[in-house]
């Protein structure tokens, strides 16, 4: 069965909605990728999310592992496109118009506005992988541990993450 | 917003000399080298990158870029690619650039999909994978405490911050639908004759 009509429909639309960051995305890419098109499982979106975040470049491209599983190579490509095409034209065009508006008191009133909405967009990403990542004491002890941890120094957040699986390790193998 | 954002490394003109030099292939190259070696968040390296480095843009445009990237739908680190690219070369210069920065990373996780799908139920990968995805969770709220540190400027924020959250948790009225309707309530709050009063920041 040929996906690829299906990915470029739902990371086009997932693209419109990461306003603030690509995790306000989050709870549509759950419902979209795992409930409606069975592309993975909900414990599956999380660790490549969660991997992901070791990876350089755009905290997104997690989005690859996705359009292979469900369409191979051309699928991955798809997908790809089909996520930061949209908003890449979008930020092209807005970008000029933005710059002349500078003297427009609205512009000011749409950044302040914008910013406690996709802040709680974040938030609510948050939360509904938190739904499946934070399962015990072990798990919210190490998510509390790592959020005290960047609040309080300068750390690369990546090696607070590679740290943290060695942290699964010694704690999540069964004996 | 940054101390260093009241003083330009650059003078505008010296800035705008070195940028009419750069080609469509030092933009990729630039870019790509950001995508290959930015682990733990993509900003820092671009600043480092593109105003220390190269001075292809100041401090200020720097900040003014970033605040229009933050704003608009898509990620941080490819709306820069693409409001760089377009200030160096136009049209081509963002596809340089929004290519170079997403290549690396992409084409790692393309491996590591491969990967996890055939060894992801092994079980010392799950044990770790339970650690990386409960870190994942604390990065999040970290941005999130500091987005609201920076980008805040009326403690009625934290009223839309919740409203957002539990119409798309509890409520499920979706993300596009949630962001509609509380984002015209906050921008309507931030209209411009309210914008000064009771601000948290001075």
């Not at chain 1, 798809?78 to 949209?86: E, I, K, N, S, T």
């Not at chain 2, 190259?29 to 292809?56: C, D, M, N, Q």
């Not at chain 2, 340089?96 to 393309?110: D, E, H, K, T």
Request: hydrophobic letters at 55%.
């Amino acid at each position: 069965m040929n996906q690829i009509p299906a990915l470029i429909r739902v990371f086009a639309y997932l693209s419109i909605l990461t306003v603030g960051g690509g995790m306000a995305a989050f709870p549509e890419m759950k419902i979209l990728t795992v409930d409606v098109h069975h592309w993975l499982t909900f414990p599956q979106l999380i660790h490549l999310y969660s991997v992901g975040q070791m990876a350089p470049g755009p905290n997104m491209m997690m989005i690859v592992s996705i359009g292979q599983w469900a369409g191979g190579i051309l699928g991955a490509i798809a997908v790809v496109v089909a996520f930061f095409g949209p908003t890449a034209v979008l930020a092209f065009i807005v970008a000029k118009a933005w710059k002349k508006l500078e003297k427009w008191p609205w512009r000011t009133s749409i950044q302040q506005g914008l910013a406690p909405v996709s802040i709680g967009l974040l938030l609510a990403g948050c939360f509904s992988m938190a739904k499946g990542a934070v399962t015990g004491t072990e798990t919210a002890a190490i998510a509390v541990g790592v959020l005290l941890i960047l609040m309080q120094y300068k750390v690369n957040p990546a090696l607070l993450v590679l740290a943290s699986a060695g942290v699964g390790l010694l704690t999540f193998i069964p004996k | 917003m940054t101390e260093s954002a009241t003083k330009p490394a650059l003078q505008p003109d010296e800035t705008t000399a070195r940028a009419a030099a750069v080609s469509i292939w030092e933009i990729f190259l630039e870019f790509l080298i950001i995508g290959a070696t930015s682990f733990g968040g993509v900003v820092p390296y671009l600043r480092g990158s593109l105003v220390t480095k190269r001075h292809w843009i100041d401090d200020k445009e720097f900040v003014e870029m970033l605040s229009i990237s933050q704003s608009l739908p898509g990620l941080n680190a490819t709306n820069m690619a693409v409001l760089v690219g377009e200030k160096l070369r136009g049209v081509l210069g963002s596809i340089a650039g929004i290519v170079g920065v997403c290549l690396p990373g992409g084409l790692l996780m393309f491996a590591v999909g491969i990967f996890y799908r055939q060894h992801g139920e092994h079980v010392w990968i799950t044990a770790a994978l339970k650690g990386v995805a409960a870190a994942a969770v604390g990065l999040i709220l970290s941005t999130v405490v500091s987005l609201s540190k920076k980008a805040l400027t009326h403690n009625f924020d934290f009223v839309f911050i919740a409203a957002t959250v539990i119409a798309v948790n509890r409520l499920h009225l979706g993300v596009p639908r949630t962001l509609v309707a509380v984002g015209i309530l906050a921008v309507l709050f931030h209209r411009p004759c309210n914008a000064q009063e009771g601000s948290v920041k001075p």
